[in-house]
């Protein structure tokens, strides 16, 4: 079955700090990636997404996240995260071996201090 | 704006009652999922429908059970519910299984005592 790995549960960084969640994933054929975020007592919204192109793919909120097939991975970054960045992560990965659910990864808390 | 409502926020029942947790999408989307959320595990897969009356399980079923009547509509039920069942409950839905974003509902905070 697919699964997703992220690798940090808990991450605190001061404002202006530049942020990089991992994410890998065990799938070796086509697949679709997708960063989701939720923010405190808001809905789970898309942060991002990649299906086929260029692997480096841009959100909103000024984040970015790069698809390395060759190592399974898709992170996030961002260059300065601000306070407001405060939130949950989810890395999401589904394909059509999977019948195209998205699997999540168990996410990715994050705490900036001002 | 694509939206996904549930119809409570918090419920807490009783072990052994019978639990049923509404959500309504406006898009008129294909698709609906129901998730549930814990920490340190994320998000889980329950059970999903593609279409009216069309329902398939995903990776935790037991103990749960769904209907879709009406397109829009998508129900939980718990039959029996037990201590276990306690966590936070996600509804969503999308276009398309396959490429299209999943749009989620503000969850219900499910407590069985």
């Known amino acids: 079955a697919q699964s997703v790995s992220q690798h940090n549960h808990h991450v605190i960084l001061s404002e202006a700090a530049s942020l990089e969640l991992g994410c890998n994933y065990s799938?070796?054929?086509?697949?679709?990636l997708f960063w989701y975020v939720q923010y405190p007592g808001q809905h789970l919204q898309l942060l991002l997404k990649y299906f086929s192109g260029d692997p480096l793919v841009k959100g909103i909120k000024g984040f970015e996240a790069e698809f390395i097939k060759s190592k399974f991975s898709f992170n996030l970054r961002k260059p300065s995260v601000q306070w407001s960045d405060t939130a949950e992560y989810f890395c999401a990965v589904n394909n059509e071996e999977y019948g195209n659910k998205l699997v999540f990864g168990a996410g990715t808390i994050l705490r900036v201090k001002s | 704006d694509v939206k996904v409502t549930q119809s409570s926020r918090y419920l807490v029942k009783r072990t052994g009652e019978k639990v049923f947790l509404e959500c309504v999408q406006d898009m008129d989307h294909e698709n609906m999922f129901w998730y549930r959320q814990d920490p340190g595990l994320g998000l889980r897969l329950i059970y999903f429908?593609?279409?009216?009356?069309?329902?398939e399980k995903g990776d935790i079923p037991e103990g749960y059970s769904v209907s879709r009547e009406k397109k829009e509509r998508f129900s939980l039920i718990l039959e029996s519910a037990s201590t276990n069942q306690t966590s936070m409950y996600l509804c969503?839905?999308?276009?398309?299984?396959?490429?299209?974003?999943?749009?989620f509902g503000p969850g219900t905070r499910l407590t069985v005592t």
């Open positions: 799938y070796g054929g086509t697949v679709n």
């Open positions: 429908s593609y279409d009216v009356k069309m329902k």
């Open positions: 969503a839905s999308s276009w398309s299984l396959a490429s299209y974003e999943q749009y």
